[in-house]
């Protein structure tokens, strides 16, 4: 593809790839945590974390607040960046280039049609597919100027007691909520299994997302790409006290999501062109033309 490149985002990783790859090498090996596992029991990564990676946390941690996640909601919900196709994304998402190894990694269209390509082997729905192919779309906040700590990252809820089950817990000591007690209550503003509906999560590329596919797909899908980084709920158990029922039916497709966004990768890389009349027939099937960014 003929595109201008753009640079490097803002962080401290050499790209949003370095991110992915910690959550690769955090849940390589071992099945999901019992829900309820002993909050003490879950592994600090203090020690474990290469440097950039801690740092980036670190931001992350310290500057998702409840006011943060507002304001952004505020400037980016109205859809007023763009006007642009879902594969346009794809290509737009493509100029972001992660400096962490550009010869051997996959481009972001590559690690897209991969996940989609890896879940249409399997024989999945086609709206299943679909959600593979565009669940990262969101990173394209990126290329307008938003930080990798509000980009990515494993996502939580805001307005409540931090999990202990959230990577490098120590860090939100830095976040302002912190100091708000009615913020730290174990159900903060919200009620006992309340529903995510009704739960803020921080920023990043999931919510955002959500928000620009949520009048095309069916709730499945809409709950894959919504919470595909809410690790510290579908991975180690945890929030189980703000989901109702219904959450906890949907998190079965979360995590039948989660193995292939972490594991899908072949030998050869997708090839982009010879998929492209398959892909477009199917955002077609779903989507309008145009959507807004
Ligand atoms: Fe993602
Ligand atoms: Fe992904």
Redesign the pocket.
């Given at each position: 593809m003929d595109q201008p490149k753009t640079p490097a985002q803002a962080g401290p990783l050499k790209g949003l790839e370095e991110w992915?790859d910690f959550v690769k090498s955090r849940y390589a090996q071992g099945a999901p945590a019992s829900p309820d596992k002993d909050p003490e029991e879950f592994r600090d990564y203090t020690d474990s974390t290469p440097e950039r990676v801690k740092e980036f946390y670190r931001l992350n941690h310290a500057h998702q607040t409840r006011d943060f996640v507002r304001e952004k909601k505020r400037e980016f919900l109205p859809g007023n960046r763009a006007q642009m196709s879902l594969w346009e994304a794809m290509e737009f998402l493509n100029t972001l280039v992660d400096e962490s190894d550009p010869d051997t990694e996959l481009s972001q269209i590559e690690h897209l049609l991969q996940t989609a390509e890896a879940i249409r082997k399997d024989g999945k729905p086609d709206w299943f597919i679909l959600t593979g192919l565009i669940?990262?779309l969101g990173?394209v906040l990126c290329l307008w100027g938003e930080p990798q700590w509000a980009v990515?990252g494993d996502t939580f809820p805001v307005g409540c007691a931090f999990s202990p089950a959230i990577v490098l817990h120590q860090y939100f000591a830095l976040n302002p909520d912190s100091k708000v007690p009615a913020y730290q209550a174990r159900l903060g503003v919200y009620s006992e299994h309340c529903g995510l509906d009704q739960v803020e999560m921080s920023w990043g590329?999931?919510e955002y997302m959500y928000h620009v596919a949520k009048d095309y797909l069916p709730e499945e899908a809409l709950y894959m790409i919504r919470y595909?980084?809410f690790y510290p709920a579908h991975h180690e158990g945890d929030y189980e006290y703000l989901m109702n029922d219904h959450d906890q039916e949907m998190f079965r497709w979360v995590r039948e999501f989660n193995p292939y966004?972490l594991y899908s990768k072949s030998d050869e890389p997708p090839k982009v062109d010879a998929l492209r009349p398959y892909y477009e027939d199917l955002i077609a099937q779903y989507f309008p033309a145009q959507l807004r960014w």
């Open positions: 992915d669940h990262d990173k990515v590329h999931d595909h980084s966004d």
